[in-house]
C-alpha cells in the first residue's frame, strides 16, 4: 500500500501564480508498443533518453519551488535528465492495472470482444489487486494538495506517467476523472497548467521535440 500524505493544515490557495509544469516520462519498450505499464519498472530507451533531455531543454525558463517524481525508474531517469533535482512521491506512481499489465490494448478487447478500455471498463485483480479510475484520481487529489500552496510560491515540475498525469490534469481542471481519456500525452512530453482568470486552466498540452503523428498508445 502507498504512504497516504495527512491533509495540508491550510486549504489551497486560491489563483495562485505559479505554473504547474508536467513531464511524462521518455520512451520505454513497453510504452513503444502500447503495453499497459503500471507498476512494472521497466528503463528507458536510448531515444527515452534523448526524449527526456528534449524534455529538459524546454524547461530553462522555470523557477522552480517544488519538483516531484514517481518512485519508478522511467520517470526518476527522466527527472535526471531533464537536469531536474526531483524528490520522490510514491503518490505518482502510475494507475495499478491489475491483470492488464503489460499487455495492449489490442489484446485484451480481442480477448473481451468489445472495444475495452481502461477509462471506461476499468481493470482486474492480477498479481497487484489493480484500481479504479476514481482511486488514481484520490492519489492525483492528495498530490495537487502538496503541489498548490507550492505553486503560490513558484512553479512546480511533477515527473510522472501518461495516465497518471491524464487523470490528475483532469481533477486539477475540476472535471470528472474519465475526462483524462479525451486527453494524450506522449512520451518525453511536457505540459503547463496555470490559472487564468482565477479558473484552472491548460497553457500548453503534449508539447514535444515531435508533433505526435497518432494519439499514444498509453
Sequence with gaps: MLTVDPLPDQPAPDNPLGKLILVRHGETEWS???????????????????????????????EFSLVLTSPLQRARRTAELAGLRADVDPLLVEWDYGGYEGRTTREIR??????????????IRGTTPGETVEEVAA????????????????????????????ILTAVYLRQAARFGAQISLDAGSVSVLSFYREQPAILSWNYGLELPLTPSES
Design 32 to 62: 513503444r508498443s502500447g503495453k499497459h505499464t503500471g507498476l512494472t519498472d521497466v528503463p528507458l530507451t536510448p531515444r527515452g533518453e534523448d526524449l527526456a533531455r528534449g524534455a529538459g531543454s524546454l524547461l530553462g525558463g522555470y
Design 110 to 123: 480481442a480477448e473481451l470482444g468489445y472495444n475495452w478500455s481502461a477509462f471506461t471498463h476499468g481493470v
Design 139 to 166: 492519489r492525483a487529489s492528495r498530490v495537487l494538495t502538496r503541489v498548490l500552496p507550492a505553486m503560490a510560491e513558484g512553479d512546480v515540475a511533477l515527473v510522472a506517467h501518461g495516465h497518471f498525469l491524464r
